[in-house]
């Protein structure tokens, strides 16, 4: 019987990669996936530690999974990602039902760390790739920033780009599991360097692979978007018209106390230079940094009026023991909420007024569902008719209601 895993992944699209890569090793040693927790031998928790709240949300999972381990001692548990790094053997002392504690920089020898365990055979059948739309390809490692509020260079560790030629094959083994969309991750994505392949050839590369449709990418930081990197991108349909791009503050007085490496007039400019080449952004914000004064705040509604972002997912600052910022003194709460729900009250519209700026334009749509895909420059579209999932589809949009955009196909 082959042993079942159930997979909890907390935190961002690095960690969803990172969870499928873990779950190959383990279905290389016989494992299949299961959703349902009671019937699971084995549970693979992958987690985040950017945000106490999503450290807090992992340790009481596992603080749960007592009483499941308590039903049946020969089920296993594995704790592994940024909030295993960070804690490390702590955890052990903890949580003694716990077999297997593997921090985010050790994922890339997971099936070491299994076959050390000696809870998993190496010598069972693999089970055959599940085919996906859309599959993660990490392209790189951990963080040469060092933002003052950040815990991530810590636990992850200095930028390691992976071979361009190991990505490929990444992303080949994907394609010809099913997927036709592929997403490339990074802390700062577009900072790769192998040797002389830039992120720009990367980008262009694994779009040449057959079955690819649609490339994406997250999360770039702005200092890297040169005019050579819209040069080399422009004409390829292939890579999508999207970029989730993370300003944090419109102030440049916070953003140098953060030490974003960029100052408000940098970031518009490269908002700019993408819009042009047909690009859309949306955004993170973070208020209530701690040094943020009400004219900074003032300062991020203005850029939110300029930047003209798709979305922005906007959080209270929390701060990260160990990292420089956490030595500052806090906003009060009353502050924090303040600013949060002024902030959300300006950016509700955001989406609404982007997809109303669609309409009239005609749309490559990725179909997900026979009647529902997304555009290149990431819009929910409904098609009206049918087509296969997986197909392009050439779309005219008629009108859009809330965050959907409504299309009559061009062969109507
Ligand atoms: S760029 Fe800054 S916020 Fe992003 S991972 Fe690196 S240190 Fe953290």
Redesign the pocket.
Known sequence: MPIKVFVQTYGCQMNLADSEEMFLHLSARGAVRTDNLDQADAVLINTCTVRDHAEHRALSFLGRLCKWKRQNPQRIIIFAGCAAQRMGKALQKRYPYLNIVSGAKEIEHFDQTLDKSGLFSPAATPAAPQAALSAYVTIMRG?N???SY?I??SVRGPVKCLPAQTILQDATRKAQAGAKEITLLG??VNAYQDGSTTFADLLNRVSEIPGVQRVRFTSP?PIYFTPQFLAAVKDNPKIARHVHLPVQSGSSKVLQEMKRGYTREIFLEKVRALQVAGFEISTDIIVGFPTETEEDFAQTLSLVDQARFTAAYCFKYSPRQGTPAAQLPLHSENVLENRLSILLNKVRGLAEQAYQRQVGTVQSVLMETPRKGRSSSNYWVETGLDFPVGSVVSCKIERAEGTLLFARNEHD
């Open positions: 963080c920033f060092n933002c950040c991530v260079p802390q700062t930081h």
